[in-house]
C-alpha cells in the first residue's frame, strides 16, 4: 500500500463567496495560489460547491428573520427534536444553477478531476464536502478519495471558520492525515481561532511553499 498518495480539496470557490451575497474579505486573494498547487501532482483535485434550493434551511428568508440571527435546526425525521444543531441564518447564496454558485472568475476548474455539490437538501445544511452534520448521508467526496487511494489530503479555499474547518475535521475522522494550507484560505472572522482547533483534531499546518516541497 503506497504510505504517500494525496489529493488536493478546494472548497467552495465561488462567486458568491468571493465577490456576492456572502463574499469573505480577500477572497480573491487566494486564487492564484490555489492554481499554482493545481499544477503539482496530486493523484486527485477535487472541487465543492455549495449548490442550494432556493429556499434552502440555512438562508435567513426561508425562516423569515434576520441576516446572521440564529435557529436551531433538526436533522429530517427527527420528530422528537432531540438532534438540534445551531444554524447561522446567511443571505441567500450559491442558489443552484446561478451565477452565484458557479465557480469563481480565474479560478482554473479545469486543472478539477472532481466536483462535489453539497447543500442541495433543502432541509441539510451541509459545511462540509464529506457529509453533513448528523453523519445522515455522505457525499460523493470519500468514495472519490477512496477510488484514487488517497492517504493525504490538502485542502485550500473558503471558509477558513466553516467550510474549510468543517470539512478538515471530517478529513481525520474519514482516516486521512490532513493538511491545511493556510495562505491558500480565507475566514469569515478574523479572530484565527480556527487554526488551534485544527491543530488539537491533528490537522497539520503548512503554507504553499512547503506542500511544493511535499508534492513535486
Not at 456576492?20 to 493523484?43: K, M, Q, T, W, Y
Not at 472568475?105 to 462540509?128: C, D, H, P, W
Not at 457529509?131 to 471558509?159: S, Y
Not at 469569515?188 to 512547503?210: A, Q, S
Request: aromatic share 10%; with cysteine; proline share 6%.
Amino acid at each position: 500500500m503506497a504510505t504517500f498518495v494525496p489529493a488536493l480539496l478546494v472548497i467552495d470557490m465561488q462567486y458568491d463567496f468571493v465577490y456576492g451575497s456572502l463574499a469573505v474579505r480577500n477572497g480573491s486573494e487566494i486564487i492564484p495560489a490555489i492554481n499554482d498547487l493545481l499544477v503539482h501532482p496530486f493523484v486527485a483535485k477535487i472541487a465543492s460547491r455549495d449548490f442550494h434550493p432556493p429556499d434552502h434551511i440555512s438562508f435567513a428568508a426561508t425562516h423569515d428573520k434576520p441576516l446572521f440571527s440564529k435557529t436551531i435546526i433538526y436533522p429530517p425525521g427527527d420528530k422528537k427534536q432531540e438532534r438540534g444543531l445551531e444554524q447561522v441564518l446567511w443571505p441567500k447564496h450559491c442558489i443552484a444553477n446561478t451565477p452565484g454558485s458557479e465557480f469563481v472568475e480565474g479560478f482554473n476548474q479545469k486543472a478539477l478531476t472532481g466536483l462535489v455539490n453539497k447543500g442541495t437538501n433543502r432541509e441539510i445544511e451541509m459545511y462540509s464536502a464529506f457529509r453533513d452534520p448528523w453523519h445522515l448521508a455522505n457525499t460523493t467526496l470519500p468514495k472519490l478519495l477512496e477510488d484514487h487511494g488517497v492517504t493525504d489530503v490538502f485542502i485550500v479555499g473558503i471558509a477558513g471558520d466553516y467550510c474549510v474547518k468543517s470539512t478538515a475535521f471530517d478529513a481525520i475522522d474519514f482516516g486521512y492525515k490532513t493538511w491545511v494550507v493556510r495562505d491558500a484560505v480565507r475566514s469569515v472572522h478574523d479572530t484565527g481561532f480556527e487554526w488551534g482547533e485544527m491543530e488539537k483534531k491533528g490537522i497539520k499546518l503548512v503554507d504553499c511553499t512547503e506542500v511544493q516541497h511535499l508534492v513535486a
